[in-house]
């Protein structure tokens, strides 16, 4: 018996010994100062090390080529944010040239030496982006904007003695033209003088007299004018009372004729020339079922570079300018083109390129040789990219009869059973999805077994004009009632289950989430909104007065008493006593497209109404966040969100 007690005695000891360290609390994440995070658990250190595979690819894009050698400017990241690097040949090594706390947007070599850079750059987000010059002998870094307006489009003079840029210096709304030498701070000058948030620089002439400026009142309505550098006398050039969208504009190297792309007297967006002195317009492609969403010229003018968006996936092509003829390409990955740029020499074509299996890298063909090369190889966190699910392009019926389509990513085979669903709605509205590398989200497919579908419901780009307008003013919601159908879809595949989805977006996809929410609550699991718009009227009335105009265009005008009427009615703010499902909030506090307020608001009316919310907020971010240990926190929260409303 003594032995019994003794032994009783020693297991209570062991135990009470040992317990502190079985139950030892696993390590978590510290939040940031930066970030404001309510209702959101502690995050795992182990959850994190497991997301930095994938979080850690990369990916670059060309921004320009040296103006004498072979070498190109891309950006790409490294540290925190996107910076620029200089990459001398094919393969070679990304040597940095920008080192800030925030991320570079846009950059190019100065004129004729590529002696210098010049780049775009906010702070925290804000988007007051200003011109930089960066002396790459000395390393001395000089502001050639004001420092507190918003400036954007520069464009170069052929020489590279000038620069055109559009700035809100004025008066914080519209988009003056202004002028300037680079290595001359103080020769900035007010060219143009206009009204409107939506004007900005296209091109320079040959002989440097005259420039190309675009006036953009919404996708479907721009126009172009011919201004005199000398005197800013302003000419229109294309229709005054037809609607019609036109971009680009780049001078013949003659300067009598202008290479853009329109969608005058089509549906699709064309390819076209515009000869001025008798303003007759020559279509160089035929009505395709395609838009044409992207153009080039070579600096002598002979080649002109183009892509075509087929389904979401971009075909290049060169047609030469004095036969009209197209010149063979060799075979290219299937994926998405962006940033043509040629070089100076007029032979290599470079360009952006990626796929839902690689992230963006940058290649070029030389027209000489019809040779490939790829210059930059990014990396993928040491994950192997063939095992990345590729889409599958889908197509559902909505309430109306009208086919919406969108691309569907299946989880890896070895997931059984009906799989979760993420539907992941794009911005804009007037944009599109488009395959291109999923980064982060191949997380969800291959490690929690979750479908992911990116749809392109009405109001999306690439499907024409007449279907880019179908969700406008008073038909906000029957992008809405797309998704309702895509329920219904999802509801009928058997590999997917109906009655796990969750759904999401950012900025406009963020209010395309909560309209969701609030019209099909009994139908979705959870919601994450970023950015996203939840009152038309107090966004129409505090997004920044220079884009104010141009969103009215999409959204309509809520000065307008019945359609402030409409407006308020279908904002989710004013449903949300219908949300009955867990949501979570992300917001960048210096956004000045979709205010802060706007997250603020809806968060407060979800708890009062009892629903689980969590929020997260950074002061240091915009719209959306692109500072990589703020996207690292967004992406883990958003995990543990997942496994807790979506996946249980």
Same mark, same amino acid.
């Given at each position: 018996?003594?032995y019994?007690?003794?032994?009783?005695?020693?297991?209570?000891?062991?135990?009470?010994v040992l317990?502190?360290?079985?139950a030892q609390?696993?390590?978590?994440?510290?939040?940031?100062?930066?970030?404001?995070?309510?209702?959101?658990?502690p995050?795992?250190?182990?959850?994190?090390?497991?997301?930095?595979?994938?979080?850690?690819?990369?990916?670059?894009?060309?921004?320009?080529?040296?103006?004498?050698?072979?070498?190109?400017?891309?950006?790409? /990241?490294?540290?925190?944010? #996107?910076? %620029? =690097?200089? +990459?001398a040949?094919?393969g $070679?090594?990304?040597?940095? !040239? &920008?080192?800030?706390?925030?991320?570079?947007?846009?950059?190019?070599?100065?004129?004729?030496?590529?002696?210098?850079?010049?780049?775009?750059?906010?702070?925290?987000?804000?988007?007051?982006?200003?011109?930089?010059?960066?002396?790459?002998?000395?390393?001395?870094?000089?502001?050639?904007?004001?420092?507190?307006?918003?400036?954007?489009?520069?464009v170069?003079?052929?020489?590279?003695?000038?620069?055109?840029?559009?700035?809100?210096?004025?008066?914080?709304?519209?988009t003056?033209?202004?002028?300037?030498?680079?290595?001359?701070?103080?020769?900035?000058?007010l060219?143009?003088?206009?009204?409107?948030?939506?004007?900005?620089?296209?091109?320079?002439?040959?002989?440097?007299?005259?420039?190309?400026?675009?006036?953009? /009142?919404?996708?479907?309505? #721009?126009? %172009? =004018?011919? +201004?005199?550098?000398?005197? $800013?006398?302003?000419?229109? !050039? &294309?229709?005054?009372?037809?609607?019609?969208?036109?971009?680009?504009?780049?001078?013949?190297?003659?300067?009598?004729?202008?290479?853009?792309?329109t969608?005058?007297?089509?549906?699709?967006?064309?390819?076209?020339?515009?000869?001025?002195?008798?303003r007759?317009?020559?279509?160089?492609?035929?009505?395709?079922?395609?838009?044409?969403?992207?153009?080039?010229?070579?600096?002598?003018?002979?080649?002109?570079?183009?892509?075509?968006?087929?389904?979401?996936?971009?075909?290049?092509?060169?047609?030469?300018t004095?036969?009209?003829?197209?010149?063979?390409?060799?075979?290219?990955?299937?994926?998405?083109?962006?940033?043509?740029?040629?070089h100076?020499?007029?032979r290599?074509?470079?360009?952006?390129?990626?796929?839902? /299996?690689?992230?963006?890298?940058?290649?070029?063909?030389?027209?000489?040789?019809?040779?490939?090369?790829?210059?930059?190889?990014?990396e993928?966190?040491?994950?192997?990219?063939?095992?990345?699910?590729?889409?599958?392009?889908?197509?559902?019926?909505?309430?109306?009869?009208?086919?919406?389509?969108?691309?569907?990513?299946?989880?890896?085979?070895?997931?059984?059973?009906?799989?979760?669903?993420?539907?992941?709605?794009?911005?804009?509205?007037?944009?599109?999805?488009?395959?291109?590398?999923?980064?982060?989200?191949?997380?969800?497919?291959?490690?929690?077994?979750?479908?992911?579908?990116?749809?392109?419901?009405?109001?999306s780009?690439?499907?024409?004009?007449?279907?880019?307008?179908?969700?406008?003013?008073?038909?906000?919601?029957?992008?809405?009632?797309?998704?309702?159908?895509?329920?219904?879809w999802?509801?009928?595949?058997?590999?997917?289950?109906?009655?796990?989805?969750?759904?999401t977006?950012?900025?406009?996809?963020?209010?395309?989430?909560?309209?969701?929410?609030?019209h099909?609550?009994?139908?979705?699991?959870?919601?994450?909104?970023?950015?996203?718009i939840?009152?038309?009227?107090?966004?129409?009335?505090?997004t920044?007065?220079?884009?104010?105009?141009?969103?009215?265009?999409?959204?309509?005008?809520?000065?307008?008493?019945?359609?402030?009427?409409?407006?308020?009615?279908?904002?989710?703010?004013?449903?949300?006593?219908?949300?009955?499902?867990?949501?979570?909030?992300?917001q960048?506090?210096?956004?000045?497209?979709?205010?802060?307020?706007?997250?603020?608001?809806?968060?407060?009316?979800?708890?009062?109404?009892?629903?689980?919310?969590?929020?997260?907020?950074?002061?240091?971010?915009?719209?959306?966040?692109?500072?990589?240990?703020?996207?690292?926190?967004?992406?883990?929260?958003?995990?543990?969100?997942?496994?807790?409303?979506l996946?249980?």
């Amino acid at each position: 018996m003594r032995y019994l007690n003794g032994l009783v005695t020693s297991v209570l000891f062991f135990a009470l010994v040992l317990r502190p360290a079985l139950a030892q609390p696993q390590p978590t994440i510290p939040i940031p100062p930066n970030l404001r995070a309510e209702a959101i658990p502690p995050i795992p250190a182990a959850l994190m090390e497991t997301l930095n595979r994938y979080s850690e690819a990369r990916s670059a894009y060309l921004e320009d080529w040296h103006p004498v050698r072979r070498e190109i400017l891309i950006s790409t /990241r490294f540290g925190d944010v #996107t910076q %620029l =690097h200089r +990459v001398a040949m094919p393969g $070679g090594a990304r040597y940095q !040239l &920008t080192f800030f706390p925030d991320r570079v947007l846009g950059g190019w070599f100065e004129r004729p030496g590529g002696s210098a850079i010049v780049f775009s750059k906010d702070i925290g987000g804000s988007e007051f982006f200003q011109y930089w010059r960066q002396d790459l002998e000395t390393g001395q870094v000089q502001l050639l904007t004001d420092g507190k307006s918003r400036n954007t489009g520069l464009v170069w003079s052929r020489s590279g003695r000038w620069i055109a840029y559009a700035s809100t210096r004025r008066n914080g709304r519209d988009t003056d033209i202004y002028v300037a030498d680079p290595r001359q701070p103080g020769s900035t000058r007010l060219l143009l003088e206009v009204q409107g948030g939506g004007w900005s620089p296209v091109d320079w002439s040959p002989d440097e007299s005259q420039l190309v400026v675009s006036e953009y /009142r919404s996708i479907h309505d #721009t126009s %172009l =004018h011919l +201004v005199d550098v000398a005197t $800013g006398q302003k000419t229109l !050039l &294309t229709p005054e009372h037809e609607k019609a969208a036109y971009f680009g504009g780049f001078f013949d190297p003659h300067g009598r004729g202008l290479y853009l792309i329109t969608d005058r007297q089509s549906e699709f967006l064309r390819l076209a020339y515009l000869d001025l002195p008798s303003r007759k317009l020559e279509y160089l492609t035929p009505e395709l079922n395609w838009n044409v969403d992207d153009i080039a010229l070579s600096r002598d003018g002979r080649f002109l570079a183009y892509t075509v968006n087929e389904a979401g996936i971009s075909r290049l092509y060169v047609l030469e300018t004095s036969s009209r003829r197209s010149i063979p390409m060799p075979a290219l990955p299937s994926g998405v083109i962006s940033s043509l740029r040629w070089h100076d020499n007029s032979r290599e074509l470079g360009f952006t390129l990626s796929s839902a /299996r690689n992230p963006a890298d940058v290649y070029s063909i030389d027209l000489r040789t019809r040779k490939l090369t790829r210059w930059t190889y990014s990396e993928v966190g040491g994950l192997n990219p063939a095992n990345f699910p590729e889409p599958e392009l889908i197509e559902w019926t909505s309430f109306d009869g009208r086919k919406i389509t969108g691309f569907l990513y299946r989880p890896p085979k070895k997931f059984t059973g009906p799989r979760p669903v993420i539907i992941n709605i794009h911005g804009g509205p007037e944009a599109q999805y488009r395959p291109t590398f999923g980064g982060v989200h191949n997380y969800f497919l291959n490690e929690l077994g979750i479908a992911l579908i990116y749809p392109n419901v009405r109001g999306s780009a690439g499907y024409g004009k007449t279907f880019l307008q179908l969700d406008n003013g008073y038909k906000r919601e029957d992008a809405v009632r797309d998704i309702g159908a895509l329920l219904d879809w999802i509801a009928a595949q058997p590999d997917l289950d109906r009655n796990r989805i969750m759904v999401t977006g950012g900025s406009y996809g963020g209010y395309m989430t909560l309209a969701v929410m609030t019209h099909y609550s009994d139908r979705v699991r959870c919601g994450v909104d970023i950015v996203g718009i939840s009152n038309f009227v107090t966004f129409l009335e505090r997004t920044e007065a220079y884009r104010r105009d141009l969103r009215r265009a999409e959204y309509g005008d809520e000065r307008d008493p019945a359609m402030r009427e409409f407006l308020l009615k279908i904002s989710p703010l004013n449903n949300a006593h219908k949300i009955k499902r867990p949501m979570f909030i992300v917001q960048g506090k210096n956004d000045p497209r979709v205010p802060a307020s706007e997250s603020e608001q809806i968060v407060e009316a979800l708890r009062k109404n009892g629903v689980p919310v969590w929020y997260l907020l950074a002061e240091d971010e915009g719209h959306g966040f692109v500072k990589k240990k703020n996207r690292d926190i967004q992406l883990a929260a958003t995990v543990l969100f997942i496994q807790q409303y979506l996946l249980n």
